[in-house]
């Protein structure tokens, strides 16, 4: 049984108990990871393909975080008098995969609809800046229904949003 799965922009093929080398994670050794992203599942006889992805997810635990083999980048223009010697560890997590399977289940919906109320007018709140335009601060206004006059400057028109938002 094997699964590809994508993760830090590049795709894998695994199998139970292969240990993966993949761009650094922010987790400890020993901590348990989750790879969502599993774009094909075969178990020897049948071959799911996802349509990006599949319903299913592969979960290994942290060997290890390290650093790779320097590489040297060197720098070189002929009859110029330049040279640039430079160095590189990239940083990579260890992975062991432990099993191929199903995903966990979602949290509930009731959880999940009442922040996004609260995320709704934080995000109304942070929408306006003095980095939008004139004519984004417009539409912005007509959208959250608030009267503004439309030849005023940019910086009224944001204080008339903001005081209005209030």
Known sequence: ?????????????VQEGDVI???KLNAEAGDKVTFDKVLLMSDGKEVKVGTPYLAEAVTGSV???GKGKKVIIFKY??????RKKQGHRQPYTAVKIESLGKAAPKAAAPKAEEPK???KEAKTAKKVSASMK???LIAFAKENNIAIDEKATKAVIIEAIEAALK
Request: hydrophobic fraction near 25%; aromatic fraction near 10%.
């Open 134 to 136: 004139k004519d984004e």
């Open 117 to 119: 109320e609260e995320v």
């Open 77 to 82: 223009k002929a009859k110029k008098d330049y």
């Open 21 to 23: 080398t993949i761009e």
């Open 1 to 13: 049984m094997y699964a590809v799965i994508e993760t830090g922009g590049k795709q894998y093929r």
């Open 63 to 65: 060997v290890e975080n």
